[in-house]
């Protein structure tokens, strides 16, 4: 593409060419622009293409996915978990969302001057634990320094490599008009954990974040026989913008259901507060399988907390259409600009 | 090992708890003791007490090699190269290290907000060239951005994924007494570039960096049936360091000849005008080889531009020690300290 037209891709600052701002962080439509015009443009990859969580390493018999994941999230630390912990969970979440059991990670730290060491050995024995639990190596890392000012306190860049056990893989290409939408759990949590410890509001109920490895749902999912057709982390831009994603995708319609998607009562309240749709709301330990309708029940069984929350439809083919409580149907569209930057 | 014990290896702020420096990302000593102390000690992973460049993921049948590494350079753009070119030779040579073919790169880009879009593409279109003339695929991506000062225009994260084509793994426990130490090219070019640009100075002859992909001359040593017992690349630290690194981890004496090594009248000049010393200069294009006394003629044939420095001895063990030009000989030490932060 043109520089003309990157430029009409991205907003314009006053003094003239187009800049980054934290919209294209924010797994939105700039997000998803940018990553078009200018990642997928550069290196022309048909990985890169398929627009998935990972990549599948095609070429090697043994069949293996592979991920990366940046961590930015501020604070450090928060209800639930910490930078450390949600840098493991968010890349074996990611290569479960391909099907993959997770085996290695890689861990590069980006450490600002003037950082207490005693945190970064919290983060680094957090990460140690989660990836344990998740079942993954930490094999090998890099550490850089950049000057006070230049970062803030500890990035984390994960990569992550592993073993495919779905074949074919789940994506969107795969999700037929019928099939039921599953969420794996109540959503939004991670979201308003964050934003409550951010702007110092304590909530009755303590407000978690759901951050955890979902490895062990969707395993136990195959292991039942239960076919996934489509799997995906609801990460930035919650499960509204994942729905979309995979609805333009495939090209299918999705219906959801507002009232059916479980958000627990403190979440909501914590939305309500800050006036965001925990639609919109990042989960890092939730996601969404497209099942064939005659396996929903049988897969609600074995996720235990999760929901049917919809179902892909012939109708509106790329949108996405939501009954709201009150029985009206209106498109939810993908997040665009940012609801809540560094959440992850 | 307790927290009394991991403050003492690292330096007291005023205010009393330890803390990270510019130094911790130096790669001399502080940054060794920082991933023993911290990290190796919170993953407790045998690939990683290897302290290779890379992991090997020896349960996979397919021998892969697995690496990571962050980058913060400044300026972004420098002569020979930018962070976006580096970033794929950074991690193709990591992988070249192990004796892996490159195949198969992420990227994770950390943006500060209001970044120029026309940077982030010009980066993007760098690395994708390098990646395309490393014969490596960048295959899975991720892109978060902070807030106006939290970061420094880009910062870029890739890992790497090769197929392992040396049986056994070179590594510092195979060098034996009598080695020859070869290094594959002249020293220190891309650190003094760096600072040269920084600085502001420019010299008679235009300073380059060295920054390129070595998979290509380790491939032709290794299709010569070179054994090669030990490969490191000369980054952070430069050959000095690494020198340093290998004589403690096979401890074993490696003997070097100051005058054998070769640095071009550029460098060695602006290495002059900062009171730098070229043997801990960065390079991003050159690597030392441990090979077999009676290959090393054949090797330096291959090699080209590259000269045989010195050898492993039997006398002491663990220690480098250094023939000076006026014929001196002392101990050559580790980097301690931070000679030129974000080289890389």
Redesign the interface.
């Known amino acids: 593409m043109s ?1 003309e037209e ?2 009409l891709s ?1 907003p314009a ?1 006053k003094e003239g ?10 797994g939105g439509r700039v ?1 998803h622009r ?2 078009r015009d ?2 997928q ?5 048909p ?2 293409k398929r627009a998935h969580d ?2 599948f ?1 095609a ?4 069949g ?1 996915a ?7 999230v501020r604070p450090l630390f928060f209800p639930g978990g910490d930078i450390g912990s949600l840098a493991v969970h968010g890349t074996v979440n990611d290569l479960a969302m391909c099907g993959a059991e997770p ?2 990670l ?13 945190t ?2 919290r983060v ?2 957090s ?2 634990k989660a ?1 344990k639990e998740a079942g993954a ?11 006070r ?4 306190g500890i ?1 984390i ?1 994960t ?1 992550g ?1 592993g073993r495919r056990l779905v074949e074919p893989a789940p994506e969107p290409a795969r999700v037929r008009a019928g099939d039921a939408i599953l969420v794996s759990g109540d959503i939004g949590a991670h979201g308003a954990a964050i934003l409550s410890v951010r702007e110092g509001l304590t909530f009755e109920t303590a407000l978690q974040s759901d951050s955890a490895a979902v490895w062990p749902q969707v395993k136990a999912l195959l292991d039942a026989g239960v076919e996934l057709r489509c799997l995906r982390d609801l990460t930035r831009g919650g499960l509204a913008t994942t729905l979309n994603e995979i609805a333009a995708s495939a090209n299918i319609g999705l219906s959801l259901d507002e009232s059916a998607v479980p958000v627990r009562p403190e979440t909501a309240a914590a939305c309500e507060v800050f006036g965001l749709e925990p639609l919109y709301m990042a989960c890092e330990g939730r996601f969404a399988a497209f099942v064939p309708e005659a396996q929903a029940k049988k897969a609600l069984g074995i996720l235990g907390s999760g929901a049917l929350v919809g179902r892909a439809v012939e109708r509106h083919p790329g949108e996405v259409r939501m009954t709201t409580r009150i029985g009206v149907e209106r498109i939810l569209d993908m997040l665009s600009g940012e609801q809540l ?2 959440i ?1």
């Open positions: 520089a990157l430029k991205c600052p060419g187009a800049e980054i701002t934290l919209a294209h962080g924010s997000m940018l990553i200018v990642f443009a550069a290196f022309q990859d990985e890169l990972g990549a390493l070429s090697e018999r043994t293996l592979f991920t990366t994941d940046s961590f930015v085996l290695y890689s861990c590069g730290f980006i450490l600002e001057e003037g950082l207490p060491l005693e970064l050995q680094a024995l990460m140690a990836a190596r930490v094999v090998t890392g890099d550490t850089k320094v950049v000057e000012g230049k970062g803030d990035y860049n990569a490599i930057p560094r992850c």
